[in-house]
């Protein structure tokens, strides 16, 4: 057997203390007995508590977890918005961008509050493109990020985006079809209206489709929200 392996026993017992941790974290009411099962070695509750405190001093006491949601708040007040439902548009954007952005391990490399605030400059940039350059000041003003930082993974985000964009091109692209152009022309000659009027709702149908400015929709979209 391999010496360096652990043993069983202290597999369980790491285990049994993180469960105990999260359940102190989420201020639950439960029994160490409930969770350790009726089966192999019983651990009395000094022996997890050192465990636990083992655990605690490997993570330096730090047991709330960090995310990018953590400073989205925080960044966006910095941007002075009045009008709630636009801050609540560039939110939701940006946490959209941040859960595309998990499937790249490569953001690994970057802290916490800066796929936060890439991912606001990247929302803001496709909501409100005229202010865009006054969220970067408002950004790049701030003491405790790395500008160098920021600027690479914005454009890393940007590229999250882009393929994104592609995606639900090709999608559309696939859905506009010689036959499908065919089938609405014939269903348009049935119905007794002109060539002409069926011409132009064809091309109106077709520019629907297109995606190439969806940025500039999502502008167009945010800015309707306001009259409202």
């Not at 490399?109 to 400059?121: E, F, G, T």
Request: aromatic share 8%.
């Amino acid at each position: 057997m391999d010496e360096t392996q652990p043993k069983q026993w202290v597999i369980k017992l790491l285990a049994i203390s993180c469960v105990s941790l999260a359940a102190k974290m989420k201020k639950t009411d439960i029994s160490i007995s409930d969770f350790q099962g009726d089966a192999g070695i019983i651990f009395d509750t000094r022996t997890i508590g050192r465990m636990e405190t083992l655990i605690l001093g490997a993570l330096k006491w730090r047991m709330r977890s960090v995310t990018p949601f953590s400073f989205i708040s925080h960044f966006i007040s910095l941007f002075k918005l009045q009008d709630p439902p636009l801050t609540q548009a560039l939110k939701a954007r940006a946490v959209h961008i941040i859960f595309k952005a998990q499937k790249d391990i490569n953001f690994l490399v970057y802290n916490p509050s800066i796929v936060s605030a890439s991912a606001l400059l990247s929302a803001s940039h496709e909501l409100f493109p005229l202010q865009f350059p006054c969220f970067r000041n408002a950004l790049s003003n701030c003491s405790y990020l790395n500008k160098d930082n920021l600027l690479h993974c914005y454009d890393a985000l940007q590229a999250v985006v882009l393929e994104e964009y592609e995606s639900v091109s090709e999608a559309v692209s696939s859905t506009v079809t010689p036959v499908n152009v065919l089938d609405q022309i014939f269903s348009s000659s049935e119905s007794g209206k002109s060539n002409t009027v069926t011409t132009l709702r064809l091309e109106r149908d077709i520019k629907r489709r297109k995606i190439s400015h969806y940025c500039h929709n999502q502008t167009v979209h945010v800015s309707q929200i306001r009259q409202f």
